[in-house]
């Protein structure tokens, strides 16, 4: 077997995962190449492809200490990084140059890849995300800033900026599991999370609040345009509903978070 087709051929398969599947269909492909098939471990081959763009991500860590971490501890990591090279590989795309462009690449990923019914990989995607929402809105954000607008309209909006995550654990508890030293991750409870990263015009990073599915909702729908009467017939209407409504939004607006119309500041 010549030396110098069998490193680019292993060259090959590192950079372009899609090849693998080529070859392990088509073992003929390799003869053509002049490498003898049964001498290439592609299975071997394709985990370090993973591991390749393991490392290519591991500016990540900084802002992602848990997420990492998790995929050590759970021994997920060069498998799930193995299944997004191919991934990128099929589809021909490019590594994003930029931490927060890049982290958003990989959740994009994610998104289809998490199992829900493997619990290491259901809290891999809630850690993740409560990670990448705290970069995104401290050392990743990218916007200009504009000057601070906390004029009263004629419709509920936000102050700051805002991001919504509904989870199925909260990723404090795992991080209190995950640097202990035997990690259990059967012990982290498994119970609906509904969190507010906001990050206020003054502040330079993100507050998190712990919502109910109300407060929660109501978050989600304020966009500057649905008045107080709009936001009451999205929960059903009538004299609960706009009461509802009305503490929500004078809470939030105590927290600095929402900044209400005259009418209902006052009351």
């Known amino acids: 077997m010549n030396l110098h087709r069998l490193h680019a051929v292993l060259a ?32 071997a081959l394709r985990k370090f492809a993973g591991l390749t763009v393991k490392v290519r991500h591991n500016p990540l860590r900084e802002q992602m200490p848990l997420s990492f ?11 799930m ?33 998490i199992d829900p019914a493997k619990r290491e990989q259901l809290l891999l995607w809630d850690v993740i995300r409560y990670e990448d929402a705290i970069a995104r809105l401290g ?20 102050r700051g900026t805002v991001l919504l995550h509904e989870l199925q654990s909260d990723p404090r508890a795992l991080a209190d599991m995950l640097y202990t030293s035997a990690p259990d991750l059967s012990r982290v409870p498994l119970q609906p999370q509904h969190l507010c990263f906001w990050r206020a015009p003054e502040s330079d990073q993100a507050a998190v609040l712990t919502l109910d599915e109300l407060g929660f909702y109501l978050l989600s729908m304020l966009d500057g345009q649905r008045s ?14 706009r009461n509802a409504v009305s503490r929500g939004l004078r809470a939030f607006s105590k ?13």
């Open 81 to 113: 990084f193995a299944d997004y090279a191919m991934f990128r590989s099929k589809r021909q795309l490019r590594y994003a140059t930029s931490a927060a462009a890049r982290a958003g690449d990989l959740l994009d990923f994610l998104a289809d890849w």
């Open 255 to 267: 927290l600095g978070i929402v900044i209400l119309p005259d009418r209902i500041r006052r009351h």
């Open 228 to 241: 107080v009467s709009a936001l009451t017939q999205c929960l059903g209407g009538g004299r609960d509903a």
């Open 69 to 79: 971490r998790l995929m050590s501890i759970a021994s997920i990591e060069i498998d």
């Open 139 to 158: 050392p990743w954000l990218e916007q200009t800033p504009e000057a601070v607008d906390n004029s009263v309209t004629a419709c509920p909006r936000l």
């Open 12 to 43: 090959a398969g590192v950079e372009q995962p899609q090849l693998l599947e080529q070859w392990d269909r088509q073992p003929g492909l390799l003869s053509q190449l002049g490498v003898d098939p049964s001498g290439l471990d592609l299975a």
